[in-house]
């Protein structure tokens, strides 16, 4: 071999050696996909996960958050984990039925009085357990997220069960939920979250019940004539991600990962319980939608009418879960 040719020789090692250091030394990449604006506490709170782990991970890991449904709707974005399409997402509590039925616990009206309540349960080995309730199909909990209390609004008043007679209500896909407007004799719909303005705007649909913070970051009361503020039930999510993608994370980044989901999740509580406060406010400052107040009398019907929808699935759902919850609010 000539002197040249062996130069030439070493060159094309040494290139392919630095493309295959290259190729090793790319960052990680984690697709975080969820349904909602940005200036909600879930959107705000994958905002922070980013933030943290591109500042802890920095050139190790990337994370692409993916808002308003830009890759996936709810109903689709837990087989795209499985498939490993995204990564990590945060549906609402009501969308796992086909992983666990034990998730329905947090849809049965009433059931819980406040968020403070719920964080009590969410704490107690009980609610822990739910983490893992889906991992036999394949999907990990990281995490529970709070958006807040919901609120039922309408195109008519609604301050007791018979006023509800009749209306068609948008539903996520929840039997529990179905049941609860059966409950009071109105027509439940399941619908994707992305089309619950156009289907207020062209009054497809009479209501819908929301949080504070959906209600205004998505101007569903700029269709809806009034809006009921009954806390008769919860909306929170379960950040979740598939059980493979997490097993095969670095044994050095996994830990700060699931740290920074830890504080990120803090942050976006935070967030969900000062919007409750706010965005009630500036809902009502609009004067674009009426906010009603039920009496203690008034309400006291809703929760008598709903509550009998907890012994429908009381035992899908467990009885013991269903006790843990109840313990929570004393």
Known sequence: MTLKSTIISAVVGVSIATLSTLSVAAPLKIKFSHVVAENTPKGQMARKFEEIVESKLAGKVEVEVYPNSQLFGDNKVLEALLLGDVHIAAPALSKFKKYTKSLQLFDLPFLFKDIESIDRFMMSDEGKSLLTSTQKKGLLGLG??????????????????????????????????????????????????????????????????????????????????????????????????????????????????????????????????????????????????????????????????????????????GQNLVKAAIDSNQ
């Not at 529970?144 to 008519?156: R, T």
């Not at 539903?171 to 089309?195: H, N």
């Not at 990962?257 to 990120?264: C, K, M, R, S, T």
Request: proline fraction near 3%.
């Open 144 to 317: 529970f997220l709070h958006n807040g209390m919901k609120q039922m609004s309408a195109s008519s008043k609604l301050r007791v069960p018979e006023d509800a007679k009749g209306l068609k209500f948008r539903i996520m896909s929840s039997d529990v939920l179905a049941a609860q407007y059966q409950a009071v004799d109105a027509s439940p719909l399941k619908k994707p979250f992305s089309e619950v303005f156009t289907l207020l705007q062209t009054r497809a649909i009479d209501g819908q019940e929301n949080t504070w913070s959906n209600i205004y970051s998505k101007k569903f009361f700029e269709v809806q004539d009034y809006i009921t503020s009954s806390d008769h039930g919860y909306l929170g999510y379960m950040v979740v991600t598939s059980a493979a993608f997490w097993k095969k994370l670095p044994s050095d980044i996994r830990p700060i990962v699931e740290q920074a989901l830890v504080d990120a999740i803090k942050h976006g509580n935070k967030i969900a319980m000062e919007k409750s406060i706010s965005d009630k406010q500036a809902i009502i400052e609009s004067k674009r939608s009426e906010v009603i107040e039920l009496t203690d009398a008034e309400r006291q019907q809703w929760v008598d009418i709903m509550k009998p929808v907890w012994n429908k699935f009381e035992s899908e759902i």
